[in-house]
């Protein structure tokens, strides 16, 4: 009895499965788009890269206490609990890094980084070479 069973399970979940159901048509979707009819004619170039300069070159400051510029991406995670700059920046990974440590000025009287200082991209903006300019500038020496 078991035996017939099983074979009648098998046989009934083989013949659903077996792709001879009617397939039922798919209406057809329109789609709108919310300009109209309008086609689109214009093709925009893609905008510039930005270029970043050479390991081991940075602009001077242009005045005495401007923050220095990054001369990489900062893209970084920023955020209270984790820092991305401080993975190269910090007093303990930056010789070992070849990178420029945080300043005095950002550590807490003990020497370790304080924490009021977390968002580096405030003051310190990447050094890009960017195509276009993204905003006027009319400062003078």
């Given at each position: 009895?078991?035996k017939?069973?099983s074979?009648a399970a098998?046989?009934?979940?083989l013949s659903?499965?077996?792709?001879?159901q009617a397939?039922?048509?798919?209406?057809?979707?329109?789609?709108?788009s919310?300009?109209?009819?309008v086609?689109i004619?214009?093709t925009?170039?893609?905008e510039a890269?930005?270029?970043?300069?050479s390991?081991?070159?940075?602009?001077?400051?242009?005045f005495?206490?401007?923050?220095p510029l990054?001369?990489h991406?900062d893209?970084y995670k920023?955020?209270?609990?984790?820092n991305?700059?401080?993975?190269?920046?910090?007093?303990?990974k930056a010789?070992?890094m070849?990178a420029?440590?945080?300043h005095e000025?950002?550590l807490?009287?003990?020497g370790?980084?304080?924490?009021?200082y977390?968002f580096c991209?405030?003051?310190h903006?990447?050094?890009?070479?960017?195509k276009e300019?993204?905003?006027?500038?009319?400062?003078t020496n």
């Amino acid at each position: 009895m078991k035996k017939i069973l099983s074979l009648a399970a098998i046989v009934l979940s083989l013949s659903a499965c077996s792709g001879q159901q009617a397939q039922e048509a798919a209406a057809p979707v329109n789609v709108k788009s919310l300009a109209g009819d309008v086609a689109i004619t214009d093709t925009l170039p893609a905008e510039a890269k930005a270029t970043y300069p050479s390991r081991g070159t940075a602009l001077e400051r242009d005045f005495v206490h401007m923050p220095p510029l990054i001369p990489h991406k900062d893209s970084y995670k920023l955020t209270t609990k984790k820092n991305g700059c401080l993975t190269c920046h910090s007093t303990e990974k930056a010789a070992r890094m070849k990178a420029t440590p945080v300043h005095e000025s950002h550590l807490s009287a003990d020497g370790k980084f304080d924490d009021k200082y977390y968002f580096c991209v405030q003051c310190h903006v990447a050094q890009a070479d960017n195509k276009e300019a993204l905003v006027g500038n009319t400062h003078t020496n």
